[in-house]
Nanobody, 116 residues
């Protein structure tokens, strides 16, 4: 069983930065995909960024050039560096880990509020 725990959320002013972290406990296979999702109040959960075990990244158009997903394999941790934050980035952010034949795991979420 894998458990994911996010941290790093908080209140930040527009234009500011935050870095989210997600630590996984348990066994992670050699093939996997990390993902960060977000869900704003009253909206559906949306994919923000993904990072494969091979290093391939994808980003939602709304965050390209502002957010960066990265990982530290030794620490079983994935990060989401968020720069130039906008009020529209306000949401609960969730990390996700997919592994073949093992399914998908979710963290509990961390809240990000962008407001002056």
């Amino acid at each position: 069983q894998v458990q994911l725990v996010e941290s790093g959320g908080g209140l930040v002013q527009p234009g500011g930065s935050l870095t989210l972290s997600c630590v996984a406990s348990g066994t992670i296979l050699s093939v996997y995909t990390w993902g960060w999702y977000r869900q704003a109040p009253g909206q559906e959960r949306e994919l923000v960024a993904t990072l494969s075990s091979g290093g391939t990244t994808t980003y939602a158009d709304s965050v390209k050039g502002r957010f960066t997903i990265s990982k530290d394999n030794a620490k079983n941790t994935v990060y989401l560096q968020m720069n130039s934050l906008k009020p529209d980035d306000t949401a609960d952010y969730y990390c996700n880990l997919k592994m073949p034949l093992r399914g998908a795991y979710w963290g509990q979420g961390t809240q990000v509020t962008v407001s002056s």
